[in-house]
């Protein structure tokens, strides 16, 4: 069965500062994604890495994949007040037609000033 | 135009009723989901679905079922309800098939439905 880690869960931190959210999978993949989710949101799309070493950045926030490593992260360059949300990294596991995201528990991020 | 809507937004029903709560994608994606979401924010698969296939996650019960008129819609119908099926449901959709090196096969998810059963 897929395992789908992240961590922290938790994540207080100040304005400012700059901190890595990772999320380990347990299979073969060559597909992950990272969203986000605000309080009583549904989920946005931040990132899309398709292949081993894809990098993304976007504002305050770079992800990164290793296929091999099966590692994705997720690092916020100094922190602001709008980044508090929760981040969740999805993996694909599917290998044929059938698409399959599975979802790690998220990362509830906290940004204080 | 909103993408992937769902309805209603907001359920609250009473123990052993029977609910459903719909979904359709404007996205001319051939796979939609649906996921669960507890107390806790843990996002659970519970259905992933196109014409061809229906996968099950084995820890659904059978109370849930999907239902899909066409393409652009897939249905939860939840029989008996239980105090334990109060969560957020999110519907969600993505192009699966044909895929290749480096076909993108990102869901996008509606805006949910929170279910409380009383």
């Known amino acids: 069965e897929l395992k789908v880690e992240q961590n922290p869960l938790f994540l207080s931190m100040q304005e400012g500062k700059n901190y890595t959210i990772y999320c380990n999978y347990s299979?073969?993949?060559?597909?992950l994604y990272w969203y986000r989710q605000d309080p009583g949101k549904s989920l946005e799309s931040l990132f899309v890495?398709?292949?081993?070493?894809a990098v993304k950045q976007e504002g305050r926030l770079m992800a990164s994949l290793d296929t091999k490593a099966r590692l994705s992260t997720l690092h916020i360059t100094a922190a602001v007040h709008d980044l508090s949300a929760t981040y969740f990294c999805a993996v694909d596991t599917s290998g044929g037609s059938q698409g399959n995201l599975i979802f790690g528990k998220g990362t509830k991020l906290s940004v204080k000033p | 135009d909103t993408a992937v809507s769902q309805t209603p937004k907001y359920l609250v029903t009473q123990m052993g009723n029977d609910k459903s709560i719909k979904c359709e994608q404007n996205l001319g994606h051939d796979t939609m989901y649906w996921y669960k979401q507890d107390s806790k924010k843990f996002l659970k698969i519970m259905f992933s679905y196109n014409n061809k296939e229906l996968i099950i996650n084995e820890t659904v019960p059978n109370r849930f079922s999907p239902k899909s008129p066409d393409k652009a819609h897939l249905n939860l119908h939840i029989n008996s309800l239980e105090l334990g099926d109060s969560a957020v449901y999110f519907c969600?959709?993505?192009?699966?098939?044909?895929?290749?090196?480096?076909?993108?096969?990102?869901?996008?998810f509606g805006q949910g439905t929170r279910l409380t059963v009383v």
């Open positions: 890495l398709l292949s081993n070493g």
């Open positions: 969600a959709s993505s192009q699966a098939q044909r895929r290749g090196p480096f076909m993108n096969t990102e869901a996008f």
């Open positions: 299979t073969t993949s060559d597909r």
